[in-house]
Antibody, heavy 124, light 111 residues
Framework: QVQLVESGGDLVKPGESLRLSCAAS????????MTWVRQAPGQGLEWMSY????????YFADSVKGRVTVSRDNTANSLFLQISSLGAEDTAIYYC?????????????????WGTGTAVTVSS | QSVLTQPPSASGTPGQRVAISCSGS????????VNWYQQVPGTAPRLLIY???QRPSGVPDRFSGSKSGTSASLAISGLQSEDEAVYYC????????????FGGGTKLTVL
């Protein structure tokens, strides 16, 4: 069945970097945009980034722009998120999700499949 | 402070109808579609409504969505205990080179 599984979450120290992965299965990964969304403890959902199906186009939230890199390997059905200069504010559960883009318009997109998330804790 | 404004909480008794509002602006809801996500505590979010009023397969028709101008609404009729969750609206915002915005979430309690 359609499935997304995140990994790479860990306890890291402030200032360190971390790379998260998302393994996709059950669908043609290269046909879909993908996204990362995070949720700090007790808080709401925060969108972080979109990456196009071919990996050539990316969008980032202002809150993470410049510290975050998103990439994908369509041959391995995998999505990645690299976060640098981690701070306490990055402590969260990080979800990857599949994005359905309607008629080629990201403004009409929605996240139709979600992973279960991977937890990142930033603490000294 | 979220770009999309939702009430922090809502409640209802089993069988009742509840509506959750989502207020935005001309750069987001006013020109783009609205999606709704349901998050049961301790679980990942799931898509509930997409493109303003479309239900994915498996979502009961008790859930419905609507949009008017710069606001959107999620209605749940025939409220059930399993509907207790946090509900988020989301859309694309055309400002700042484009980005997704979420509402702050509405915690629905079934009394």
């Amino acid at each position: 069945q359609v499935q997304l599984v995140e990994s790479g979450g860990d306890l890291v120290k402030p200032g360190e970097s971390l790379r998260l992965s998302c393994a996709a299965s059950g669908f043609t990964f290269s046909d879909y945009y993908m996204t990362w969304v995070r949720q700090a403890p007790g808080q709401g959902l925060e969108w972080m980034s979109y990456i196009s199906d071919d990996g050539r186009t990316t969008y980032f939230a202002d809150s993470v722009k410049g510290r975050v890199t998103v990439s994908r390997d369509n041959t391995a059905n995998s999505l990645f998120l690299q976060i640098s200069s981690l701070g306490a504010e990055d402590t969260a559960i990080y979800y990857c999700a599949r994005v359905a883009v309607v008629n080629g318009l990201v403004s009409y997109s929605y996240m139709d499949v979600w992973g279960t998330g991977t937890a990142v804790t930033v603490s000294s | 402070q979220s770009v999309l404004t939702q009430p922090p909480s809502a409640s209802g008794t089993p069988g009742q109808r509840v509506a959750i509002s989502c207020s935005g602006s001309s750069s987001n809801i006013g020109i783009n579609v609205v999606n709704w996500y349901q998050q049961v505590p301790g679980t990942a979010p799931r898509l509930l409504i997409y493109k303003n009023n479309q239900r994915p397969s498996g979502v009961p028709d008790r859930f419905s969505g609507s949009k008017s101008g710069t606001s959107a609404s999620l209605a749940i009729s025939g409220l059930q205990s399993e509907d207790e969750a946090v509900y988020y609206c989301a859309t694309w915002d055309a400002s700042l080179n484009g980005h997704v915005v979420f509402g702050g979430g509405t915690k629905l309690t079934v009394l």
